[in-house]
């Protein structure tokens, strides 16, 4: 493995060159400067977009956008290092650059001894942007953002590379671990909650985190319908066409990929962030453009084992979001305080609502 890039300083014309060359991208021409155009810093991440000139015939992007990961948690920066180094130059020998459903990577490297790592992409921001942070997605927006998961799910679609050199399968031993975890972390989430949580729900969520739906145990256990998910499926994590409706959406921010059901990525998407009104209107209609898409691409998916397999996510992002509630994931000079209420309360309730609404306890008979 090639060494990680910690700082824009270590990344000159010449290793730019070296890296581009190295990685197949580079066959004619070469780079002949690059320099800094913007710069965020986040929390676990430092991202900045380059200008970058050649000299020659080159058919590179002229802009790229540089992630420098510096978190010492593996499943962080290392789980989305290894989408790139894994996942995507497998769709990428498949598929043309434009039909991606994400972004066009062109390195990508991690040490799990530093906690650092580095990935290239292209820069999309001239063409692609976030929808607003305090609104929902148009529905424009949101028919993209469904066929390109559906793209997405269906070239991984039981693919028996699942569980053996990408990602891990789920196992009744794996499950049962995940009901106890679930569980265990649960109360401590009760306990923080108090009185905020009425009896009802309280009993919900212990139904939820008691359990697994038999539909969806039946489903993982004999393989059907998995495939690879992103995880991480809000608004901010998909990149909307600013003007052409022929571009594609794509998906950013991999570090929660897993094999999994691809209804989980529709019910993050929909259920934990979606008011009931804009759910009643939108939601089956997006569902069944979702189906349709995968029947397009060939995959045998009917309706009834969509529908199903959504509601059964629902709970499962339900139990993610109870259940993966941490006492110790405090914040910084509160030593008795949760992980931020803001990343987590809103979305309980809503997923809440769509799981009433949606009839889904039934699953859990």
Not at 6 to 25: C, K, P, V, Y
Not at 142 to 157: I, N
Request: proline share 5%.
């Amino acid at each position: 493995m090639h060494e990680v890039i910690t700082d824009l300083a270590q990344l000159t014309a010449e290793r730019l060159n070296a890296i581009l060359r190295a990685n197949g991208h580079l066959l004619e021409g070469e780079v002949s400067a690059l320099r800094e155009i913007g710069r965020e810093s986040l929390p676990n991440s430092t991202v900045l977009h380059l200008d970058v000139a050649y000299r020659g015939y080159v058919r590179l992007p002229g802009r790229l956008f540089l992630k420098l990961i510096n978190n010492p948690d593996p499943s962080f920066g290392g789980h989305e290092i290894a989408f790139y180094q894994d996942v995507a130059p497998s769709m990428l020998t498949a598929l043309r650059w434009d039909e991606l459903p994400f972004v066009r990577h062109f390195d990508a490297a991690y040490s799990s001894e530093t906690g650092r790592g580095h990935i290239l992409l292209e820069d999309l921001s001239l063409t692609h942007g976030s929808s607003h942070p305090a609104l929902p997605p148009s529905v424009l927006q949101c028919e993209g953002a469904v066929d390109s998961l559906a793209s997405f799910h269906a070239f991984w679609w039981e693919n028996p590379r699942l569980g053996q050199d990408l990602g891990t399968r789920y196992s009744e031993a794996i499950l049962q671990d995940l009901l106890l975890q679930a569980q265990g972390n649960l109360a401590a989430w009760l306990d923080f909650m108090g009185d905020r949580v009425s009896p009802g729900r309280r009993a919900t969520f212990e139904r939820i985190c008691g359990a697994w739906p038999a539909w969806r145990v039946q489903r993982l256990l004999a393989g059907r319908g998995i495939t690879l998910v992103n995880g991480d499926t809000h608004a901010a994590n998909f990149l909307y066409p600013r003007h052409s409706e022929r571009d594609r959406v794509r998906i950013v921010d991999w570090q929660s990929w897993r094999v999994d059901t691809g209804t989980d990525d529709l019910a993050y998407m929909i259920a934990a962030h979606w008011y009931p009104e804009r759910r009643a209107r939108l939601e089956k209609l997006l569902l069944q453009r979702y189906q349709q898409r995968l029947r397009e691409y060939g995959i045998p998916y009917t309706w009834e084992e969509c529908w199903q397999d959504y509601k059964a996510s629902v709970i499962r992002v339900l139990f993610f979001l109870i259940g993966g509630w941490q006492r110790a994931n405090v914040q910084p000079g509160c030593p008795d305080s949760p992980r931020s209420p803001a990343l987590w309360f809103d979305r309980v309730e809503r997923a809440t609502l769509t799981y009433e609404d949606l009839g889904c306890a039934w699953l859990l008979a």
